[in-house]
């Protein structure tokens, strides 16, 4: 009897093993197959659940002035390190990982907490593009990422080439304005000596006032990163204040100094 009741116990414990080993296993697939790829922009392979996915497009929506790169977790340092590769024409570009919108979409404090970054982000374009204006083509893209703390940081890609070659056009306006004002002055007065001659030649055949005689016939590419808004303007300054510099400096002028950490 005793042996009949271990046989049953130990059936009992198998078949709740296995029972729960397959919802194990049910779980997993129903978490996998509730993920799924995104639209838009990406690094890596991201996926997300349908309701972070649903989320993530009214984020986009809500701040369209923005591009948003989506980052797969095991890409996150990867696009840390190469975040000056990722250019958009938009106002500003933003990375984020996957898990950062799956929290966001289901923890209000957590969304809260990134989307007032966002919206100071918003209230700053305005006047960041206006302070880039001045400065041409020479800025390529804007953006920000955040690290796994919630800390923001800003970064701009510059394009050191194009800013040179503003100096290079803008000197080039100047000579040709210097030269054409040169060429101008010494033209007038070739027309006055001209004029003296044929009132000379004119007054000495009678004709006062005589008829003039016909004239003969890759980019290097530079990305800084702050911790805020004007410090970042300051570094996007400094880039550009070295690159003129450098632009008017002798052979042996550059060679004299080092580099410059541009990160915060």
Not at 143 to 151: A, E, K, W
Not at 172 to 183: G, R, Y
């Amino acid at each position: 009897m005793e042996q009949i009741n271990n046989n049953a116990v130990n059936s009992y414990a198998a078949d709740y093993q296995y029972r729960t080993e397959q919802n194990k296993k049910t779980e997993t697939a129903e978490k996998t197959e509730k993920k799924t790829k995104v639209s838009g922009r990406t690094i890596g392979e991201p996926e997300l659940s349908e309701k972070a996915a649903k989320y993530y497009e009214k984020l986009k929506k809500k701040y369209s002035n923005m591009d948003f790169v989506l980052v797969s977790p095991e890409k996150k340092a990867e696009a840390e390190r190469n975040k000056g590769m990722y250019q958009s024409s938009k106002d500003l570009l933003v990375l984020i990982d996957s898990d950062k919108i799956e929290k966001m979409a289901e923890d209000e404090e957590y969304r809260k907490k990134y989307e007032s970054i966002l919206n100071g982000a918003t209230a700053q374009i305005a006047q960041m593009k206006n302070n880039l204006a001045s400065k041409g083509e020479s800025v390529r893209s804007v953006g920000l990422s955040f690290d796994d703390h919630g800390n923001a940081s800003f970064f701009a890609v510059i394009d050191k080439s194009l800013a040179a070659q503003r100096e290079r056009i803008a000197e080039k306006k100047a000579e040709n304005a210097k030269k054409q004002k040169a060429d101008q002055k010494k033209e007038a007065e070739r027309a006055a000596e001209e004029k003296r001659k044929e009132k000379a030649k004119a007054k000495a055949n009678g004709n006062e006032k005589g008829e003039p005689e016909k004239a003969a016939n890759s980019s290097d590419l530079v990305t800084v990163t702050a911790s805020s808004w004007d410090d970042l303007m300051r570094k996007i300054d400094g880039v550009l204040f070295d690159e003129r510099a450098d632009h008017i400096m002798t052979a042996d002028e550059k060679a004299v100094g080092g580099s410059f950490d541009y990160s915060i």
